[in-house]
């Protein structure tokens, strides 16, 4: 089998390749990036080594899509994956839709022109951020938590926010693009008959991640504690009692592999993927694993509110688990530790993301 990895050298692109490459026997990878996000070009080599044929191509333009080599499915990791995308000013908004949509475009004829199969990971961005707003919290331990004596909206359960949660707008511009190119997706896959599986991510963290205060939040939280950089608990009060659950690379690989190999053509497209509550974290739980790893450093509190911030998200992966038999396996300490390693390791990490 052969597979296209799109966005081959951004973090996501890369830590699947090498799942994918451990785990399966005679699996050939092609992977392409346009090397646009900082610190991307220091995975090329990576890729080489582990025997993937890297082809520096932009999905934006229809020339380079034509000379990508015929595969089997396309595994598309390439986006611009930040919330606060197209925000910035003359251009931004622009530029997230040529990168988001418009590739996404040529994307679908190069898999209607092979026929290739198409997982596209889209993210729990696509939920309506007023919905995801009036979840009924509570705080408990420095973190918000679902309050379980209230009614709970449509889509969610103890279990964490699911695949029916409302997607009303406004999701943000980049959530916007991600449901578009869901619907496009999942239209090509119809009327063309190949095969898509779209996966809402939640948070997906671990060593290696490009980490910036907009995105990559764990790998940014743990570098920056390390190297007492600039680290603001932003907005619900100054407090950082946001939480986010987290989702290794490696388990969305098992994920991955199980589509891949499921040959039903109807039924459920879309799921949702996680870590799901028991690996979640606020930043000021997350500050105090840092405290412990790293030694003690203080963030400042910003009460300003952010554009797009939710005050907790956690997945439920209660689908994947009853089609796939799929299930989180590395805790989030482990996947701390992981990032944590990797600092440790790489001191100009922060400089390498464009931080
Ligand atoms: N990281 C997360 O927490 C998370 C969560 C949910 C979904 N996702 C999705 O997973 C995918 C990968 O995210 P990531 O965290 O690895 O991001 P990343 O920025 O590390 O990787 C994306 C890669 O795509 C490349 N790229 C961007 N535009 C391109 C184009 N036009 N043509 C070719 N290459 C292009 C970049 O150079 C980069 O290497 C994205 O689609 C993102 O939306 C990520």
Known sequence: MRILITGACGFVGSALTQHLLERTAGLEIVGMDNLIRPGSETNRMRLERMGVSFIHADLRSASDISGLPACDWVIDAAANPSVLAGLSGTGASRR??????????????????????????????????????????????????????????????????GSDFSTAAPVSLYGATKLASEVMALEFGAAFDFPVWIIRCGVLAGAGQFGTPAQGIFAYWLNAHLRHRPLRYIGFGGTGHQARDALHPRDLATLLTAQMRDGRA?????????????????????????????????????????????PWMAMDSGDAKRDFGWSVDMKLTSVLEEIAQHAEA??????????
């Open 266 to 310: 109807g039924g459920q497209r879309i799921y949702t993927a996680g870590g799901g509550p028991a690996n979640t974290m606020s930043l000021a739980q997350l500050t105090a694993w840092c405290d412990e790893r790293f030694g003690p450093y203080a963030p400042a509190a910003d009460m300003t509110p952010r554009p797009y911030d939710v």
């Open 96 to 161: 997230l839709f040529e990168h988001n949509i418009g590739a996404l475009g040529n994307l679908l004829d190069y898999c209607r022109e092979h026929r290739a199969g198409l997982i596209m990971l889209s993210s729990s961005r696509v939920y309506s951020i007023p919905s995801l707003c009036a979840i009924p919290l509570s705080v408990n331990n420095d973190s918000f938590v679902l309050d379980r004596t209230a009614a709970l909206p449509r889509g969610l359960t103890e279990n964490g926010i």
């Open 346 to 355: 790489h001191p100009e990490w922060l400089e390498i993301s464009g931080s």
